[in-house]
T-cell receptor, first 116, second 113 residues
Framework: AQKITQTQPGMFVQEKEAVTLDCTYD???????LFWYKQPSSGEMIFLIY??????QNATEGRYSLNFQKARKSANLVISASQLGDSAMYFC?????????????FGSGTQLTVLP | NAGVTQTPKFQVLKTGQSMTLQCAQD?????MYWYRQDPGMGLRLIYY???????DKGEVPNGYNVSRLNKREFSLRLESAAPSQTSVYFC????????????FGPGTRLTVL
């Protein structure tokens, strides 16, 4: 069974600084995918970034990068140059490679607050 | 292109009442999902539909039924609502052949009294 662990219930960062949100995962699959989603206070789920288990390079999307360390089973999200609008809940998720659909297993989330 | 839409946005039920949450997507995706999100927790999968005509249980299916009406629509039914089903419900869709990204609807906030 897949499991995602986010050990930081809450994080604070000063505006314009970088912040790392931790995510570790557990799976016996060889092929899997890792996602990060942002959930602002308005409630919608916004896709940020994706990393496949066979991707050799770390994924980047603008100010977001995923620090993928396969041997450690970690997939930390790095946000550079934090902005006030980055204040939100952030979820790490993993896609199962087994089964007939691409199901996602989510972690419990990290609430990020960006301070002015 | 509306993406994934859900109705209603808010609903209050009394214990024992029934209701159906509607979800539709206009991206021609094969797979659709229903999740619930409880306070302080991530999303948990209730049911999913890999393709039109198929449905399967997820992590927390008890108390729910689903119908994949056609490729666009996937509904979630609560036959006899219980206070433990108070939650925010999200519908999502994905193109199963593409490994990245599920697209989420805006959510339905359900309260069962």
């Amino acid at each position: 069974a897949q499991k995602i662990t986010q050990t930081q219930p809450g994080m604070f960062v000063q505006e314009k600084e970088a912040v790392t949100l931790d995510c570790t995962y557990d799976t016996s699959d060889q092929s899997y995918g890792l996602f990060w989603y942002k959930q602002p206070s308005s409630g919608e789920m916004i896709f940020l970034i994706y990393q496949g288990s066979y991707d050799e390079q770390n994924a980047t999307e603008g100010r977001y990068s995923l620090n993928f360390q396969k041997a450690r089973k970690s997939a930390n999200l790095v946000i550079s140059a934090s902005q006030l609008g980055d204040s939100a809940m952030y979820f790490c998720a993993m896609r199962s490679s087994s089964g007939s659909a691409r199901q996602l297993t989510f972690g419990s989330g990290t609430q990020l607050t960006v301070l002015p | 292109n509306a993406g994934v839409t859900q109705t209603p946005k808010f609903q209050v039920l009394k214990t024992g009442q029934s209701m159906t949450l509607q979800c539709a997507q206009d991206m021609n995706h094969n797979s659709m999902y229903w999740y619930r999100q409880d306070p302080g927790m991530g999303l948990r999968l209730i049911y999913y539909s890999a393709s039109e005509g198929t449905t399967d249980k997820g992590e927390v299916p008890n108390g729910y039924n689903v119908s994949r009406l056609n490729k666009r629509e996937f509904s979630l039914r609560l036959e006899s609502a219980a206070p433990s089903q108070t939650s925010v419900y999200f519908c999502a869709s994905s193109e199963a052949s593409i490994p990245s990204e599920q697209f989420f609807g805006p959510g339905t906030r359900l309260t069962v009294l």
